[in-house]
């Protein structure tokens, strides 16, 4: 439930990703908590519509078109923010892509399905991570939160090396960044979505027995929803979360639990 209180009110924030399912559900739940957003997706047209809808809830924005696993792009996108706004205080990093019917175990995993996968899971989190801490230094501090996965944790995705693996890296990555950045008052921390209803996951949900048998490793038996992982977003983002370093909020109906 969205609250009278605005806990982002003024906070320069970058979410990556913003196009669709949890960037998107992101950035609006931010812009509605008061929060600058600056929408940075590789599919121009959805960042479009991510925008037009933040218009509702009167969202300032700036529309980054970049692919993060491309590091001039993503150095550009920031640095137009930082020339635009002065500064940034929340980075949410999440794009990612998962290539259903493609992935494969390792035997039967293609170098370029690998690749492709890592390119944007893994080497975009760090250049994104990385171009984001600078800013974040200059800014005096700030929050950055990574999309991890229950797959960087346990074997949730069969069939899906390139993923799990992808997904691991980044959240070794976002522990390692929290203890070294904390120091200079950055705050990494990272949000675990579970099987979420979103895009990514439409073939699984439209296919009822996939769905079945995903949500009998769910105890609540149900999807979660992309604004479900926003609201926690918005906590970590927020200074109510000043004493959060290098933790996971895990959002997944309890499927880790069992």
């Known amino acids: 439930m969205i609250t009278d209180v605005r806990r982002l009110e003024s906070k320069r924030t970058l979410v990556t990703g913003a196009g669709g399912g949890i960037g998107r559900a992101t950035a609006l739940r931010f812009a509605s908590e008061g929060a600058r957003v600056a929408l940075l997706d590789v599919n121009e047209e959805a960042i479009g519509e991510t925008a037009e809808l933040l218009d509702t809830v009167d969202g300032q924005t700036i529309d980054l078109l970049a692919d993060v696993s491309q590091e001039p792009q993503v150095a550009a996108a920031i640095d137009r923010v930082l020339a ?4 940034l205080d929340v ?4 794009a990612g892509i998962e290539l259903q019917g493609r992935d494969a175990a390792v035997d039967a995993l293609d170098l370029e399905v690998w690749q492709s996968i890592v390119d944007v899971n893994l080497t975009g989190m760090f250049l994104t991570c990385k171009h984001a801490v600078r800013a974040l230094r200059a800014a005096g501090g700030g929050a950055l939160i990574c999309t991890v996965s229950p797959t960087s944790l346990y074997a949730l ?19 390692v ?12 921390n990272g949000v675990m979505p579970g099987f979420t209803a979103t895009p ?18 769910v105890p609540l038996k149900r999807p979660g929803t992309a604004e479900e992982v926003a609201a926690a977003m918005v906590y970590l983002a927020s200074d109510e979360a000043a004493y959060c370093i290098g933790g996971t909020i895990v959002v997944d109906g309890g499927m880790t639990a069992v």
Do not use: T
């Open 157 to 175: 995705g069969p069939g899906e090396h390139a993923y799990s693996a992808s997904k691991a890296g980044v959240y070794g990555l976002m522990r």
């Open 84 to 87: 635009e706004w002065d500064g």
């Open 200 to 217: 990514m996951n439409d073939p699984v949900i439209a296919n009822p027995g996939e769905l079945e048998e995903v949500l009998a490793n």
């Open 91 to 94: 980075v949410v990093a999440n």
């Open 177 to 188: 960044m929290a203890a070294d950045y904390a120091g200079e008052g950055i705050r990494v």
